[in-house]
């Protein structure tokens, strides 16, 4: 037997116990004829104390330990005389009779502690020491009450969960599929699946009802900072259901697990945000919630219909405002199609240094502004701005008025085509809130971006693309417009956000076979490609496809959420880095001529 | 709202309430001026009716539905004047004010009901249909369940759930790898994993303690009758363990799973049986012990040292009968290494047509015997036997003293080479039970294998294999023989079998380099080979690995056994066929010309 106990669970009411406990040894210290070596397991941590005097041949073994061996103690549970408050087990230690090395270790190549000294690059290589940290022990027990708290929950609403195949066909859309040469089917792939998509729908169509899984998926893409090339998915489908079912549902999902998992409780219902109204109040799909700092349109024109003149081309109440941009002379502005602005409250004092660091954060090519405006409505009443040459005091006045600037506030301005206007003050915008500190790690706010556009033009390939899959179902009373104008129709899709992240999203699928086929010729498929990629599903919709909808959470991004942390990759155990290696295993690898010839492939 | 019940859950207290069904179309009948439809959903059937006199519009409607449409209904729940006590529904049912067509299906091209009318191929085509089947819902939700079960037990005992990777390095060690090329490491690939082997035992060396998963996994293998390319394994392992500890808490999973499950519960532990014993009383490494029918040995004789005096190679205490039979002359007997036979209880009458067709059950390819000898015990005291030339009644009588056989038994004998033919006789006496109904469908009955050899030696390549895999543990005490006999050395390792079915394996690991180091170089490794594949689990070994060990049980295969199934087919939602092909999907499929050269590889 290697433990009666762990390295957790003992208090002071087991003293006088004889106990025996295994696990590494986290630290040793010596003072004054003892030995104290605190044992770790992934319940806590206990004091082993030996003996020079009682116990002198113990006393002798333990010296020989060292970091991280692995050892099995017996002894006798005693109250410490020096308690430690900040342990659990603080309160008593372990005089141990008899100790024995299950396992040395050679010296690890990094600390094992709460923060250790490695170097990123040689903690993937030794992950598994890594993981032996008590920060990644919290995030993958985080991860696992999580993963138990949500099957829980779906279980009870009545999801069924299902495992989709790993092994599909390749229809890659938007990503690039990862793919599984066949030696049966020689010349023939298997594609990783990017999402269980199709066969959610079919298990609908199937009268499954309600369907979850917490599943992998995979994209081959150039991998930016935080994306892996797997990644994994809670994925769900409901059918005779519309929209506010759905939301309803995973609302009270999403509840369940802050309260379970969090103890954060929130009131009433999630706020519901129009696309179109997150994109232009805070210049993003996601909106970080926890602050306001609204985006402030200071003018649009109307890009459609290109006029010589202005009054023409204003958005409908905002004539006074241009009127008066017009006039001015200032290239900048004039030659814009959007010009927009967010108050930063009470940093008015800001210094040059500021202001300038700010004008290069907005320039980053990554953001894409060609500069900052700036005026700043000092306390004592004047005004100071960057373009004092073009705008008197009297018309800078204005903009506090239109912006709702008041004394002691710095205006920031950005100029430009309007969605990259938008999307840079966005930018600029959360770039405020970190600087004064207006993201409460401690506070959640979380919300529903709905009616995102059904599908995006995009002018390389000169086609649309679905925002969001070929599956998403138009807005009913927009259907009309798919053969006018699909640009202008809108989605019956969702997003989750919460706090600047994007947790989940979904949609209302297509349930109609001639609806879908419609779809396939808006996104430009010839009907041949259509059948080829996706003839069962449509095959399936003849056969009575019942009304349905979905979502899907990134898991990992909703780990990384509760865990406060910036990146998916600490709670994920094995993560691959940016080049979709797994250093520690030295993987991808190469193969033998043998398993290529089998396979009927070449490396070419 | 597409509705306010399920199909499964009115009852007569709903009488009098308006409520909306939504489901499809399982069956219309019309009878005098009424239509009844049988509305279907996940959770049941529930009867509309439409009358012509009260409702003519709606009644008219009614008639243009046809199997399989979806609709939704809405009118009031009433009492049936013929209720049917068959469905939980069967007292009510619903006078339908409205319904409307929600889409329309064409005609399935096979009925979906309790037993289908479709064949195989067509089935696995329209999957989404076949799986509509109540059977096939059962199966699934039967899956679910278990699932769930499974976790919340082992959670509950400190299990931590972690997902390990899905594409990992290749090492192939028995079946072959799938493996997927890397875009960005071209020339390099991932495999996917055949188990999480090493993910879960680097686990326990950081310190996890109590991992669990249920796991896709894979193998491109040539596919049996009741293999699937990608199946699904319960994955746990442990730390500080033994193997009674290790029986003692999937014991108590495999209860509980019953206990919740099927509401069937085992008195007292589960018998453990040597490998050997098995192997010798059942000639099977997984027996099914629903019935007795032991494998009765006449002789063996010892083959390692072969001689030409028969006395000398008696296994103590054979002496007598070896004796007997060596003095018949008949040359199947003298000839064999092994003799041995099975008592068909009560068999004595069988007939000469049924001994025949046992005759050509052993001499199938599968099993290989060359030919079968009986004794027919009489209740009227004679013997009657396939060998009455050689042998003497009294020898014949000897032979039932020996095998317990008594009068109105049947004698059923086959020699040969020990190991072949101990499996023929497994094979007979599986086909005798099933002959005599002793496999009854509502018993189980559970017992672990243990003491399995660690390493069997293959002819063809001159080396051993690792019985289970290249990280069991040998019995502490048969470390030594690994340097002398590696074939005698018994594996610290034990499977769960159920009713003849292998539910599960496992066994205590190797923790210590040097001993997994020896094992690779009995199995064949070089120092490079075992660095190149295995080097990161051998290296982690080094920083304080503890004594460890684990299971895996076959996912697939305990739902089809809870399923009462024979094969795992019908418990997966989207399998593939015996060519490894999703027929619903058409895949695996051709990739167009730009993927390939994206992946860097050629079809040969």
Avoid at 195 to 216: E, H, N
Avoid at 255 to 271: A, R, T, Y
Avoid at 548 to 563: M, N, Q
């Amino acid at each position: 037997m290697y433990r009666t106990n762990t390295c957790g669970e003992l208090r002071l009411s087991h003293a006088g116990q004889t106990v025996t406990l295994s696990g590494w040894v986290q630290k040793m210290r010596e003072f004054g004829g003892m030995t104290f070596v605190d044992l770790r397991d992934r319940y806590g941590i206990t004091q082993l104390v030996f003996n020079m005097e009682t116990n002198p041949e113990q006393f002798k073994l333990a010296q020989k330990l060292g970091r991280e061996f692995v050892v099995r103690a017996t002894g006798i549970v005693a109250e410490r005389s020096n308690k430690n408050p900040n342990m659990p087990t603080g309160d008593i230690e372990i005089h141990v009779d008899s100790i024995e090395i299950l396992n040395a270790a050679e010296t690890p190549p990094f600390t094992i502690e709460e923060n250790s000294d490695g170097g990123d690059e040689l903690r993937m290589k030794y992950r598994y020491l890594d993981m032996r940290r008590a920060p990644l022990q919290r995030n993958l027990m985080l991860r696992h009450r999580m993963a138990q708290s949500v099957r829980h929950y779906l279980d009870l609403q009545g999801f069924i969960e299902v495992e989709t195949p790993v092994m599909i066909k390749s229809t890659p859309e938007g990503a690039r599929d990862f793919v599984v040469p066949s030696r049966m089917n020689q010349g023939q792939f298997y594609a990783l699946p990017q999402s269980p998509q199709m066969f959610k729908q079919l298990l609908m169509v199937s009268g499954y009802d309600r369907y979850m899984q917490i599943v992998k998926c995979f994209r081959d893409e150039d991998l930016r900072a935080d994306r892996q090339p797997e990644f994994t998915q809670i994925d769900c489908e409901m059918a005779f259901v519309e929209q506010q079912d759905i939301l309803e549902v995973f609302e009270g999902l999403t509840k369940h697990l802050f309260n379970e998992v969090l103890q954060v409780q929130f009131e009433g219902s999630f706020l519901k945000l129009p696309w179109e109204q997150a994109m232009s109040e805070y210049g993003s799909d996601k909106p970080d919630l926890r602050f306001g700092m609204k985006i402030k349109e200071l003018v649009t024109r109307d890009t459609k219909h290109v006029t010589r003149n202005p009054e023409e081309s204003l958005l409908p109440g905002h004539a006074s405002r241009v009127t008066r941009f017009d006039s001015t002379g200032f290239p900048a502005f004039d030659e814009s199609e959007y010009i927009g602005g967010i108050i930063a409250a009470g940093c008015a004092e800001y210094t040059r240094k500021q202001l300038d660091e700010l004008t290069d954060f907005v320039k980053k090519p990554q953001i894409g502004a060609k500069g900052l405006i700036y005026v700043k409505f000092n306390m004592d009443g004047t005004i100071k701005s960057s373009v004092d040459k073009f705008f008197d005091a009297a018309a800078l006045q204005g903009w506090a008025e239109v912006t709702g600037a008041k004394p002691g506030d710095l205006l920031l301005i950005l100029a430009g085509k309007r969605d990259k206007t938008l999307k840079a003050l966005g930018e600029l915008r959360l770039e405020m809130g970190r600087q004064l500190n207006l993201m409460d790690k401690n506070k959640y706010v979380p919300l529903w971006v709905v009616d995102f556009p059904l599908v995006e033009w995009d002018e390389e390939t000169a086609r649309f693309y679905a925002m969001h899959h070929p599956f998403t179902a138009p807005k009913p009373e927009d259907i009309p417009m798919l053969d006018i104008d699909p640009g202008q129709v809108h989605a019956n899709a969702y997003d989750l956000v919460i706090n600047g992240i994007e947790i989940g999203g979904g949609s209302i699928r297509i349930h109609d076979a001639g609806l879908q086929k419609k779809m396939f010729e808006v996104l430009g498929f010839t009907d041949e490609q259509a059948e080829y990629r996706f003839g069962f599903l449509m095959n399936a919709f003849k056969y009575g496809a019942p009304p349905h909808g979905g979502i899907a959470f990134g898991f990992d991004r909703w780990v990384s959420l509760f865990a406060g942390l910036n990146s998916i990759r600490d709670v994920i155990a094995f993560p691959k880095n940016n080049q979709g290696r797994d250093v520690m295993q030295d993987s991808p690898s190469n193969l033998d001529e043998e398993q290529l010839k089998e396979l009927g492939i070449k490396i070419s």
